[in-house]
């Protein structure tokens, strides 16, 4: 049996980058020795730990050396963590045991961003693991070339959406990408892959780079996100033991992983459509067979290892509990705004250390083969040689012989010269690729140029266009000599010109292109400066590098994809970095959530143009959930994007969370792909045709469903003094905008629902303690709808709730009125009033939702389980209400609740009568000793009324204070607005402030006045009396 051997885990922590910086972000990582602690940004009672074989700090304690751009510790012994440091833990383990003849995987994982490809493959002289490796791989081949020949094949593939693809291919590359097969020595491989063999860490990193050219290309060309694609790097390993007779053969795996971005909570609902394909299912697959594996290792009866579920863990079988020396480096951001997703690259991290793979030495007598074959072709030659010295006429068995010789010659000479063979090709193949980068390099000493920005920093700056003397299409089309040909979503046949004449280059958008320069969208020739960010067509990202002249070494390293991304986000008003400056005030979950906007736009960019070349109809827009709403304490609700779509043809309206949007994006993507095909001639291999594609299989469109347009808050503190409400709300949409005016009361009334009078308002609500309260919630009508507005054939329901924890209730749905008439009355009841209650009465508010239906989706209806209703048809809201609701109850159990509510009806009279009484007893004794009670008792129940009705006029006063305070805290200027419009803004805006301000004395002023004249009247009245 082989020995076991669990997967090393390490764990890296970053430095925060531009964008956490800016946003003021705080590090909620410690990490000591190998062990790692996460806190929740929202509860510090809430920390985290684990513990790995390695963990590394590289978040803080370091220097940049200004030459060369090296990073180091500030100090020797200092606990930064720089790529030595990693190498020499991880990178050393690895080559030694390819060295032994194991095979040796390293997986790298974390989510975009969070520093996997800096460990992977390093920035600049900070090299990382693969580049070292590869390194310290030759210098080992050379100390022990004495001893052994070693022979180093190199292959370079990427995993997208289940495709592999070939990066060092030279032909086209093949529908649906290579196929996996197994065999059973060999296990899983992919066909016809294409293996380059090396004799030089320089000539690796050449075949890296093409790769990484190729990648590039293909993710521009195919609409495809790096991030969301695998990459692996196979360096397989072939020593040849002369003194042993044998040959060991290992492959090092180096795996770079997508990026593990956690879904929010809030999108965790499932899609009508499967996932796009597999876009997810590799990592997902992983995460299974990880899992699976970790439950093994404990003891855990485990049926099924999900191996073949995804090209990607058939290919890392033998990593993942089978025969390889396997390494994890998980990576992570240490920024409060990364919490989640850092958490759950901490548990994915934790699962993999328990896996135990079974690795042996992979060694075959090779040398021995040859040795064999000599000897046999020496036999041979002795038997031929005894033939022609005996004379004897076997002509039959010469040639048999002959004919041996020669194949045992073929084939030793296929062993010894077929390494020499593949070396001397790729090294033809190597000289063409040099001569290639000294003709690029000697072009950027010479013109202007536009290189790509990519998601990934490894992508960047790879691609790049040479703008020489003259006039330059640039476009699709390759028919003309003078242009540039370069592909991407929303590029036009002719997109555009650039013209390089006396030392200037002019760009000229041509008709129905887009073309965006520094975040803003361009229509008109414009001057190119150096460092100009480009953005053609929905997303292919571009940087101007100007004349040799304008450069400065490295200046263009500081413009990477985020920074394309926040100057579009700037241009839609969303300035982050400006806006943080209280940052430490600043809920790190909002961030977040606006970080996620920016990541989406130019997803939703790509949605768009794809809907437009496909002829959907159909536009996609971001938005912010919950902006400005709150709930029933007036508490902020939690953010998130939401994507709102819109069906110019039907005017239908769907919203989809991030997660549906961003797997309908990959759905969307295989059809407009598949469009691309037809568009070319190439049959599709499977699947309907565009034109045939049905309703249900289409991923731009949904069964339509109602839609929360916005909220109105209806404050229910007047009902603790039982003053009655009739109020005209504003309904808000989740970004601020006015939805509608809607008109509802709240009447306190009795058990029959006739309104009560001025003379039951109460002066101390806890006069309510005990008591009963009924009150009727009038929802009278809705006043400007902008939803039907927008379209005729739409209709509106009311929702709302008197309590947090009371079932939700509707109104009947009205269709086609922009000012519809409701009236729908609804009787709310509390036989007993708690303080719980009245406290909620006196700080929270009634949630009024407006819902728009649309043609062909369902009404909402109030749910029938779960709610309170007495016989007469009247919702109770206090906590005693199920059980005293008959309704709920059997027959014993109703009759008995009966009872006993007509038992504490009676005792409240009974209690009522004893405190009339006492109060008759006390003005019987007063007149009987010549008092003037009586009068005097009037005269108090006359300015009890007064009292009540000032009261309540204040009240009414103050609502309208309050809506207007609201609405003066939504104001803003736009974001277009010159020095005079903002000049305007601030005059205007003073003069609504004063408005408030007069309006808010007036009420109090008001109030005291009534006031003053109450305790003047009972003054002057009190004299006379006396």
């Given at each position: 049996m082989h020995g076991r051997d669990c997967v090393k885990v390490a764990v890296r922590v970053r430095p925060f980058n531009k964008r956490e910086r800016d946003a003021g972000s705080r590090c909620v990582v410690t990490m000591t020795a190998s062990s790692i602690s996460i806190q929740d940004p929202r509860d510090s009672q809430c920390r985290r730990s684990f513990c790995f074989d390695y963990a590394y700090w590289s978040h803080s304690g370091y220097v940049v050396q200004d030459r060369t751009g090296l990073y180091l510790p500030e100090e020797a012994g200092g606990r930064y963590a720089d790529q030595e440091c990693v190498f020499q833990d991880l990178g050393e383990g690895i080559l030694e045991n390819a060295l032994q003849g194991y095979n040796a995987t390293l997986l790298a994982y974390g989510q975009t961003g969070s520093g996997k490809s800096y460990s992977m493959v390093g920035y600049r002289p900070n090299k990382g693991l693969v580049p070292k490796l590869c390194d310290r791989l030759f210098e080992a081949i050379k100390e022990n070339q004495d001893t052994r020949q070693c022979q180093v094949f190199f292959s370079m593939l990427e995993i997208y959406n289940e495709q592999v693809v070939d990066l060092l291919s030279r032909g086209s590359r093949p529908p649906g990408g290579l196929r996996v097969r197994e065999e059973q020595h060999r296990g899983f491989y992919v066909e016809g892959?294409?293996?380059?063999?090396?004799?030089?860490?320089?000539?690796?990193?050449?075949?890296?780079?093409?790769?990484?050219?190729?990648?590039?290309?293909?993710?521009?060309?195919m609409n495809t996100n790096s991030s969301r694609s695998?990459?692996?790097?196979?360096?397989?390993?072939?020593?040849?033991?002369?003194?042993?007779?044998?040959?060991?053969?290992?492959?090092?795996?180096?795996?770079?992983?997508?990026?593990?971005?956690?879904?929010?909570?809030?999108?965790?609902?499932?899609?009508?459509?499967?996932e796009g394909m597999a876009i997810n299912l590799s990592l997902t697959t992983l995460g299974n067979v990880i899992s699976a594996l970790a439950d093994m290792a404990v003891g855990r009866k485990v049926v099924h290892?999900?191996?073949?579920?995804?090209?990607?863990?058939?290919?890392?079988?033998?990593?993942?509990?089978?025969?390889?020396?396997?390494?994890?480096?998980?990576?992570?951001?240490?920024?409060?705004?990364?919490?989640?997703?850092?958490?759950?690259?901490?548990?994915?991290?934790?699962?993999?250390?328990?896996?135990?793979?079974?690795?042996?030495?992979?060694?075959?007598?090779?040398?021995?083969?040859?040795?064999?074959?000599?000897?046999?072709?020496?036999?041979?030659?002795?038997?031929?040689?005894?033939?022609?010295?005996?004379?004897?006429?076997?002509?039959?068995?010469?040639?048999?012989?002959?004919?041996?010789?020669?194949?045992?010659?073929?084939?030793?000479?296929?062993?010894?010269?077929?390494?020499?063979?593949h070396l001397q090709e790729a090294l033809r193949d190597w000289e063409q690729q040099y001569a290639n980068i000294t003709q690029e390099r000697r072009m950027m000493q010479m013109h202007p140029y536009i290189l790509n920005i990519n998601e990934d920093a490894q992508l960047s700056g790879v691609v790049k266009l040479f703008i020489q003397e003259g006039d330059w299409e640039i476009g699709l089309s390759e028919a003309s000599p003078r242009s540039i040909s370069i592909k991407g979503l929303g590029i036009q046949q002719r997109h555009l010109i650039l013209k390089n004449k006396q030392r200037r280059v002019m760009l000229t958008p041509l008709k129905g292109s887009k073309v965006t320069i520094n975040g803003r969208a361009v229509s008109q020739t414009t001057e190119l400066q150096h460092l100009d960010r480009l953005i053609l067509g929905s997303n292919c990202t571009y940087l101007y590098i100007g004349f040799p002249s304008e450069r400065v070494a490295n200046d263009w390293s500081c413009y990477d994809y985020d920074y394309f991304l926040s100057e579009l986000a700037a241009a839609e008003g969303i300035h982050l970095g400006e806006s943080s400056t209280d940052s430490c005030q600043t809920d790190p979950s909002i961030l977040a959530v606006f970080y996620d906007y920016i990541k989406l736009m130019p997803l939703v960019a790509e949605a768009n143009q794809m809907s437009q070349e496909l002829n959907k109809g159909v536009e996609f827009k971001l938005e912010i959930k919950n902006l400005v709403l709150s709930d029933s304490k007036g508490h902020d609700l939690e953010k998130e994007i939401v994507c709102r779509v819109t069906s110019k043809h039907t005017q239908q309206v769907w919203m989809w969370s991030k997660a549906k949007f961003v797997n309908r994006k990959f759905l969307m993507e295989e059809i407009y792909q598949q469009h691309l095909d037809e568009m070319k001639g190439e049959q599709p291999g499977e699947g309907l045709s565009i034109a045939a594609l049905p309703r249900d299989k289409d991923p731009f469109w949904d069964p339509v469903e109602p839609l929360l347009l916005g909220t109105?808050?209806?404050?229910?503190?007047?009902?603790?003094?039982?003053?009655?409400?009739?109020?005209?709300?504003?309904?808000?949409?989740?970004?601020?905008?006015?939805?509608?005016?809607?008109?509802?009361?709240?009447?306190?009334?009795?058990?029959?629902?006739?309104?009560?009078?001025?003379?039951?308002?109460?002066?101390?609500?806890s006069e309510l303690l005990g008591r009963r309260l009924d009150v009727q919630l009038v929802v009278e009508q809705c006043f400007g709808l902008r939803w039907i507005r927008d379209a005729r054939s739409r209709g509106v329901q009311i929702g709302f709730s008197p309590l947090d924890s009371v079932g939700r209730l509707y109104t009947p749905a009205v269709?086609?009125?922009?000012?519809?008439?409701?009236?729908?009355?609804?009787?709310?009841?509390?036989?007993?009033?708690?303080?719980?209650?009245?406290?909620?009465?006196?700080?929270?508010?009634?949630?009024?939702?407006?819902?728009?239906?649309?043609?062909?989706?369902?009404?909402?209806?109030?749910?029938?389980?779960?709610?309170?209703?007495?016989?007469?048809?009247?919702?109770?809201?206090?906590?005693?209400?199920?059980?005293?609701?008959?309704?709920?109850?059997?027959?014993?159990?109703?009759?008995?609740?009966?009872?006993?509510?007509?038992?504490?009806?009676?005792?409240?009279?009974?209690?009522?009568?004893?405190?009339?009484?006492?109060?008759?007893?006390?003005?019987?004794?007063?007149?009987?000793?010549?008092?003037?009670?009586?009068?005097?008792?009037?005269?108090?129940?006359?300015?009890?009324?007064?009292?009540?009705?000032?009261?309540?006029?204040?009240?009414?006063?103050?609502?309208?204070?309050?809506?207007?305070?609201q609405s003066l805290r939504r104001r803003r200027p736009?974001?277009?607005?010159?020095?005079?419009?903002?000049?305007?803004?601030?005059?205007?805006?003073?003069?609504?402030?004063?408005?408030?301000?007069?309006?808010?004395?007036?009420?109090?002023?008001?109030?005291?006045?009534?006031?003053a004249a109450i305790v003047r009247r009972k003054r002057e009245r009190s004299g006379t009396g006396s």
């Open positions: 892959l294409r293996t380059v063999p090396c004799d030089s860490a320089a000539q690796v990193e050449q075949l890296m780079e093409q790769g990484t050219r190729t990648r590039t290309t293909a993710a521009t060309h695998h990459m692996l790097i196979v360096l397989q390993l072939k020593q040849i033991l002369p003194q042993e007779s044998v040959t060991k053969q290992s492959n090092i795996n180096l795996v770079d992983l997508a990026g593990s971005e956690r879904q929010r909570s809030a999108s965790s609902e499932a899609d009508r459509l499967k290892v999900p191996y073949r579920d995804s090209v990607l863990t058939k290919l890392l079988q033998s990593a993942l509990g089978g025969n390889s020396r396997t390494v994890m480096i998980a990576t992570l951001s240490p920024a409060d705004i990364c919490y989640e997703e850092s958490l759950s690259t901490l548990r994915y991290a934790e699962r993999a250390k328990h896996i135990q793979n079974r690795p042996v030495v992979n060694e075959r007598p090779t040398e021995r083969l040859v040795k064999e074959l000599k000897a046999e072709n020496a036999r041979l030659m002795q038997r031929l040689s005894r033939l022609g010295h005996d004379g004897r006429s076997a002509d039959d068995e010469t040639k048999e012989i002959r004919q041996l010789l020669t194949h045992n010659e073929l084939q030793i000479r296929t062993i010894q010269t077929l390494w020499e063979q109105a808050h209806l404050w229910l503190q007047s009902l603790a003094f039982r003053i009655p409400m009739d109020e005209q709300l504003e309904v808000l949409g989740s970004e601020g905008s006015e939805e509608a005016i809607l008109q509802a009361k709240l009447i306190p009334c009795t058990s029959d629902g006739l309104p009560l009078g001025e003379d039951d308002i109460l002066i101390d609500p269709w086609h009125h922009i000012n519809p008439v409701l009236h729908h009355k609804v009787h709310f009841a509390s036989f007993h009033v708690s303080q719980q209650l009245l406290n909620h009465l006196q700080s929270s508010a009634m949630l009024l939702e407006l819902w728009g239906l649309q043609e062909g989706c369902t009404c909402l209806v109030s749910p029938a389980e779960g709610a309170r209703v007495s016989p007469e048809g009247i919702f109770i809201i206090d906590e005693s209400g199920v059980a005293d609701n008959p309704a709920n109850s059997g027959e014993p159990n109703s009759a008995r609740s009966r009872l006993q509510r007509d038992l504490e009806e009676q005792k409240r009279v009974n209690s009522h009568l004893v405190k009339e009484n006492q109060r008759l007893r006390g003005q019987l004794n007063a007149a009987t000793n010549g008092g003037d009670s009586g009068r005097s008792h009037s005269f108090r129940q006359s300015c009890d009324a007064e009292f009540a009705r000032s009261l309540k006029q204040f009240y009414h006063n103050m609502t309208s204070v309050r809506v207007q305070l736009s974001e277009s607005c010159d020095l005079l419009g903002l000049h305007l803004f601030v005059e205007e805006h003073s003069g609504l402030l004063k408005d408030f301000s007069e309006q808010l004395e007036q009420s109090v002023s008001t109030l005291k006045h009534d006031i």
